[in-house]
Protein backbone atom coordinates (compact mmCIF):
# COMPACT_ATOMS: atom_id res chain seq x y z
CA UNK A 1 0.00 0.00 0.00
CA UNK A 2 1.86 3.56 -1.17
CA UNK A 3 0.99 5.97 1.53
CA UNK A 4 0.14 9.05 -0.37
CA UNK A 5 2.80 11.77 -0.29
CA UNK A 6 3.08 15.28 -0.52
CA UNK A 7 6.71 16.80 -2.36
CA UNK A 8 7.71 20.54 -1.96
CA UNK A 9 10.45 22.03 -4.11
CA UNK A 10 11.34 25.04 -2.96
CA UNK A 11 13.20 27.01 -6.07
CA UNK A 12 15.21 30.32 -6.60
CA UNK A 13 16.71 31.34 -10.04
CA UNK A 14 17.89 27.50 -10.28
CA UNK A 15 15.82 26.29 -13.51
CA UNK A 16 18.01 24.10 -15.04
CA UNK A 17 18.58 22.31 -10.90
CA UNK A 18 14.65 22.49 -10.73
CA UNK A 19 14.54 20.51 -13.71
CA UNK A 20 16.73 18.18 -12.53
CA UNK A 21 15.08 17.49 -9.17
CA UNK A 22 11.69 16.95 -11.15
CA UNK A 23 13.16 14.73 -13.00
CA UNK A 24 14.34 12.50 -9.92
CA UNK A 25 11.04 13.03 -8.18
CA UNK A 26 9.26 11.74 -11.81
CA UNK A 27 11.85 8.43 -11.82
CA UNK A 28 10.73 7.16 -8.71
CA UNK A 29 8.53 3.92 -8.67
CA UNK A 30 5.85 5.41 -6.88
CA UNK A 31 2.36 6.76 -8.33
CA UNK A 32 0.92 8.00 -5.28
CA UNK A 33 2.11 11.65 -4.79
CA UNK A 34 1.89 15.10 -5.91
CA UNK A 35 4.53 17.95 -6.59
CA UNK A 36 4.34 21.64 -4.94
CA UNK A 37 7.42 23.82 -5.99
CA UNK A 38 7.23 26.94 -4.51
CA UNK A 39 9.24 29.30 -6.37
CA UNK A 40 10.71 32.31 -4.47
CA UNK A 41 10.37 35.49 -6.62
CA UNK A 42 13.07 34.32 -9.36
CA UNK A 43 14.08 36.57 -11.62
CA UNK A 44 13.29 36.61 -14.69
CA UNK A 45 10.62 33.73 -13.86
CA UNK A 46 10.60 30.57 -15.23
CA UNK A 47 6.96 29.25 -13.65
CA UNK A 48 5.70 28.76 -17.71
CA UNK A 49 8.58 26.59 -18.98
CA UNK A 50 8.68 24.45 -16.15
CA UNK A 51 4.84 23.79 -15.81
CA UNK A 52 4.91 23.13 -19.63
CA UNK A 53 7.28 20.77 -19.45
CA UNK A 54 5.71 19.70 -16.14
CA UNK A 55 2.00 19.44 -16.11
CA UNK A 56 0.53 17.87 -13.64
CA UNK A 57 3.02 19.92 -10.81
CA UNK A 58 1.37 23.04 -8.50
CA UNK A 59 3.72 25.76 -9.21
CA UNK A 60 3.22 28.53 -6.59
CA UNK A 61 4.98 31.84 -6.82
CA UNK A 62 5.91 34.19 -3.31
CA UNK A 63 4.78 37.44 -3.82
CA UNK A 64 8.50 38.61 -2.67
CA UNK A 65 11.84 36.86 -2.08
CA UNK A 66 11.18 35.68 1.72
CA UNK A 67 13.70 32.86 2.06
CA UNK A 68 13.15 29.18 1.88
CA UNK A 69 11.55 28.80 5.69
CA UNK A 70 8.39 30.76 4.75
CA UNK A 71 8.13 29.27 0.92
CA UNK A 72 8.32 25.88 2.95
CA UNK A 73 5.68 27.08 5.56
CA UNK A 74 3.52 28.06 2.31
CA UNK A 75 4.30 24.69 0.57
CA UNK A 76 3.06 22.51 3.62
CA UNK A 77 -0.40 24.11 4.21
CA UNK A 78 -1.41 23.45 0.51
CA UNK A 79 0.23 19.96 0.84
CA UNK A 80 -3.35 18.11 0.27
CA UNK A 81 -1.35 14.90 1.68
CA UNK A 82 -0.08 14.26 5.35
CA UNK A 83 2.99 13.11 4.90
CA UNK A 84 5.36 15.99 3.55
CA UNK A 85 9.28 16.10 1.70
CA UNK A 86 10.64 18.73 1.97
CA UNK A 87 13.07 19.55 -0.84
CA UNK A 88 15.44 22.06 -2.30
CA UNK A 89 16.02 22.20 -5.92
CA UNK A 90 19.87 21.23 -5.84
CA UNK A 91 18.31 17.77 -4.48
CA UNK A 92 18.25 14.56 -5.86
CA UNK A 93 16.19 11.72 -5.39
CA UNK A 94 17.81 8.10 -5.44
CA UNK A 95 16.06 5.51 -7.11
CA UNK A 96 13.87 4.13 -4.51
CA UNK A 97 13.48 6.73 -2.12
CA UNK A 98 9.62 7.07 -1.92
CA UNK A 99 9.59 3.02 -1.52
CA UNK A 100 11.73 3.24 1.17
CA UNK A 101 9.97 6.16 2.96
CA UNK A 102 6.30 4.50 3.12
CA UNK A 103 7.86 1.36 4.42
CA UNK A 104 9.27 3.35 7.04
CA UNK A 105 6.13 4.94 7.65
CA UNK A 106 3.84 2.08 7.77
CA UNK A 107 6.86 -0.36 9.75
CA UNK A 108 8.49 2.63 11.82
CA UNK A 109 7.00 5.55 12.55
CA UNK A 110 5.79 6.69 15.65
CA UNK A 111 2.97 9.19 14.32
CA UNK A 112 3.20 11.22 17.21
CA UNK A 113 6.46 12.96 16.21
CA UNK A 114 6.11 15.86 13.60
CA UNK A 115 8.98 15.17 11.43
CA UNK A 116 11.08 12.15 10.62
CA UNK A 117 14.13 12.43 8.63
CA UNK A 118 16.71 10.41 6.33
CA UNK A 119 20.13 11.53 5.35
CA UNK A 120 21.41 13.28 2.06
CA UNK A 121 24.76 12.32 0.64
CA UNK A 122 26.60 14.99 2.27
CA UNK A 123 25.46 14.33 6.30
CA UNK A 124 27.93 12.85 8.57
CA UNK A 125 26.38 10.68 11.67
CA UNK A 126 28.34 9.51 14.76
CA UNK A 127 25.90 6.89 15.86
CA UNK A 128 26.29 3.49 13.87
CA UNK A 129 22.88 2.07 14.30
CA UNK A 130 20.44 2.38 11.64
CA UNK A 131 17.64 4.44 13.66
CA UNK A 132 18.30 7.37 16.18
CA UNK A 133 16.67 10.43 17.53
CA UNK A 134 18.90 12.99 18.06
CA UNK A 135 18.46 15.32 21.07
CA UNK A 136 19.34 19.05 21.14
CA UNK A 137 23.04 18.47 22.84
CA UNK A 138 23.58 16.13 20.34
CA UNK A 139 22.55 18.45 17.53
CA UNK A 140 24.55 21.40 19.19
CA UNK A 141 27.83 18.90 19.60
CA UNK A 142 28.10 17.96 16.02
CA UNK A 143 26.92 14.33 16.46
CA UNK A 144 24.85 15.07 12.94
CA UNK A 145 26.34 17.16 10.25
CA UNK A 146 25.28 17.58 6.95
CA UNK A 147 21.80 17.85 5.10
CA UNK A 148 19.00 15.56 5.76
CA UNK A 149 16.06 14.42 3.58
CA UNK A 150 13.03 16.19 6.02
CA UNK A 151 9.25 14.51 6.15
CA UNK A 152 6.80 16.34 7.41
CA UNK A 153 3.91 14.56 9.63
CA UNK A 154 1.71 17.85 9.15
CA UNK A 155 -0.97 16.76 11.37
CA UNK A 156 1.24 16.69 14.50
CA UNK A 157 3.29 19.17 13.02
CA UNK A 158 0.65 22.22 12.39
CA UNK A 159 -2.57 20.80 14.17
CA UNK A 160 -0.84 19.96 17.40
CA UNK A 161 1.99 22.02 17.51
CA UNK A 162 1.68 24.65 15.00
CA UNK A 163 5.43 24.88 14.14
CA UNK A 164 6.63 26.87 11.30
CA UNK A 165 9.91 27.55 9.75
CA UNK A 166 10.69 31.34 11.35
CA UNK A 167 11.17 34.56 9.49
CA UNK A 168 14.30 34.10 8.41
CA UNK A 169 16.33 34.01 4.86
CA UNK A 170 18.94 32.00 6.33
CA UNK A 171 19.21 29.41 8.87
CA UNK A 172 15.41 29.25 9.72
CA UNK A 173 15.66 25.41 9.18
CA UNK A 174 18.10 24.92 11.95
CA UNK A 175 16.24 26.96 14.85
CA UNK A 176 13.21 24.98 13.95
CA UNK A 177 15.40 21.53 14.38
CA UNK A 178 17.23 22.89 17.89
CA UNK A 179 13.28 23.67 18.52
CA UNK A 180 11.97 20.20 17.63
CA UNK A 181 14.48 18.25 19.30
CA UNK A 182 14.26 20.13 22.91
CA UNK A 183 10.66 19.20 22.18
CA UNK A 184 10.61 15.53 20.98
CA UNK A 185 14.15 14.69 19.90
CA UNK A 186 14.61 14.49 15.83
CA UNK A 187 14.61 11.09 14.62
CA UNK A 188 16.74 10.45 11.62
CA UNK A 189 16.66 6.91 9.31
CA UNK A 190 20.52 6.66 9.32
CA UNK A 191 20.45 5.73 5.31
CA UNK A 192 20.94 8.12 2.36
CA UNK A 193 18.04 8.66 -0.22
CA UNK A 194 18.77 11.95 -1.62
CA UNK A 195 22.18 13.04 -3.72
CA UNK A 196 23.15 16.78 -3.19
CA UNK A 197 24.01 18.28 -6.09
CA UNK A 198 27.94 20.07 -6.43
CA UNK A 199 26.97 22.60 -9.32
CA UNK A 200 24.75 24.52 -6.97
CA UNK A 201 26.72 27.77 -7.03
CA UNK A 202 24.73 29.76 -4.13
CA UNK A 203 25.47 27.79 -1.17
CA UNK A 204 25.60 29.04 2.57
CA UNK A 205 28.79 28.10 3.27
CA UNK A 206 30.05 29.89 0.16
CA UNK A 207 32.28 32.74 1.77
CA UNK A 208 30.92 35.14 -0.70
CA UNK A 209 27.58 34.45 0.26
CA UNK A 210 28.47 34.85 3.47
CA UNK A 211 29.91 38.25 3.16
CA UNK A 212 27.32 39.59 1.07
CA UNK A 213 24.94 38.79 3.25
CA UNK A 214 26.64 39.66 6.64
CA UNK A 215 23.73 40.87 8.45
CA UNK A 216 21.47 37.79 7.37
CA UNK A 217 24.27 35.71 9.19
CA UNK A 218 24.28 37.87 11.57
CA UNK A 219 20.66 37.89 12.88
CA UNK A 220 21.10 34.04 12.25
CA UNK A 221 24.40 34.09 15.23
CA UNK A 222 21.88 36.35 17.67
CA UNK A 223 19.05 34.51 16.74
CA UNK A 224 20.55 30.94 18.22
CA UNK A 225 21.89 33.12 21.28
CA UNK A 226 18.17 34.88 22.14
CA UNK A 227 16.28 31.56 21.78
CA UNK A 228 19.15 28.92 23.09
CA UNK A 229 21.22 30.55 25.41
CA UNK A 230 19.48 28.91 28.22
CA UNK A 231 19.29 25.50 27.20
CA UNK A 232 23.30 25.76 25.92
CA UNK A 233 24.30 26.66 29.77
CA UNK A 234 22.28 23.99 31.30
CA UNK A 235 23.41 21.10 28.83
CA UNK A 236 27.05 22.41 29.05
CA UNK A 237 27.67 23.98 25.97
CA UNK A 238 28.93 27.33 26.96
CA UNK A 239 31.94 27.13 24.06
CA UNK A 240 29.50 26.82 21.57
CA UNK A 241 27.59 29.83 22.58
CA UNK A 242 30.70 31.48 23.06
CA UNK A 243 31.18 30.77 19.43
CA UNK A 244 27.97 32.20 18.34
CA UNK A 245 28.97 35.32 20.09
CA UNK A 246 32.35 35.36 17.93
CA UNK A 247 30.43 34.55 14.73
CA UNK A 248 27.90 37.73 15.52
CA UNK A 249 30.67 40.21 16.17
CA UNK A 250 32.24 39.09 13.32
CA UNK A 251 29.15 39.44 10.76
CA UNK A 252 28.42 42.60 12.21
CA UNK A 253 31.35 44.36 11.79
CA UNK A 254 31.49 42.70 7.95
CA UNK A 255 27.62 44.34 7.57
CA UNK A 256 28.79 47.89 8.96
CA UNK A 257 27.01 47.53 12.19
CA UNK A 258 30.22 48.60 14.37
CA UNK A 259 28.43 49.72 17.66
CA UNK A 260 25.96 46.47 17.79
CA UNK A 261 29.42 44.20 17.71
CA UNK A 262 30.86 46.25 20.16
CA UNK A 263 27.71 45.94 22.51
CA UNK A 264 27.54 42.00 21.93
CA UNK A 265 31.64 41.94 22.52
CA UNK A 266 30.45 43.53 25.67
CA UNK A 267 27.66 41.08 26.57
CA UNK A 268 30.86 38.07 25.86
CA UNK A 269 32.27 39.28 29.14
CA UNK A 270 29.39 37.47 31.22
CA UNK A 271 31.22 34.08 29.82
CA UNK A 272 34.59 34.89 28.73
CA UNK A 273 37.87 37.22 29.30
CA UNK A 274 39.81 35.74 26.27
CA UNK A 275 37.52 37.39 23.69
CA UNK A 276 39.40 40.61 24.71
CA UNK A 277 41.64 39.53 21.26
CA UNK A 278 38.79 39.80 19.03
CA UNK A 279 38.96 44.04 19.84
CA UNK A 280 41.76 44.19 17.16
CA UNK A 281 38.94 43.32 14.75
CA UNK A 282 37.11 46.86 15.35
CA UNK A 283 40.21 48.88 13.60
CA UNK A 284 40.87 45.83 10.77
CA UNK A 285 39.85 46.88 7.40
CA UNK A 286 37.50 44.70 6.18
CA UNK A 287 39.35 42.42 4.11
CA UNK A 288 41.50 40.90 7.20
CA UNK A 289 38.02 40.24 8.83
CA UNK A 290 36.99 38.46 5.42
CA UNK A 291 40.31 36.47 6.05
CA UNK A 292 39.33 35.48 9.49
CA UNK A 293 36.26 34.43 8.62
CA UNK A 294 37.51 31.73 6.77
CA UNK A 295 39.09 30.66 9.55
CA UNK A 296 36.61 31.39 11.98
CA UNK A 297 34.53 28.96 9.31
CA UNK A 298 37.14 25.96 9.59
CA UNK A 299 36.86 25.93 13.77
Known amino acids: ?9 TTYNRKTLLKRCLDSVKNQKYSNYQIIVVDDHSEP ?12 IKYIVQEENGGPGIARNTGILIADNNYVILMDDDDVFKEEAFTKINSFIQTSFDNSFPVFNFLISNARVEKICDYHIYSFKELIEGKLQGDLLHVINKKSFLEVNDYKFPNYKIGAESLLWYKIALDYGLPV ?19 DRQVNSSLEFASFQLSIIKNYQSHLLTSGNKNFLIKKYQGAIMYLLLSGQKLKAIYYWIKLFKYTYKHIL ?19 RKV
Do not use: C, H, W
Open 1 to 9: METPLSVII
Open 278 to 296: LLFLFILPKKSIIQLLKIY
Open 189 to 207: VNEVLVNLGEDAKDRLTNI
Open 45 to 56: SYENEIISEYPD
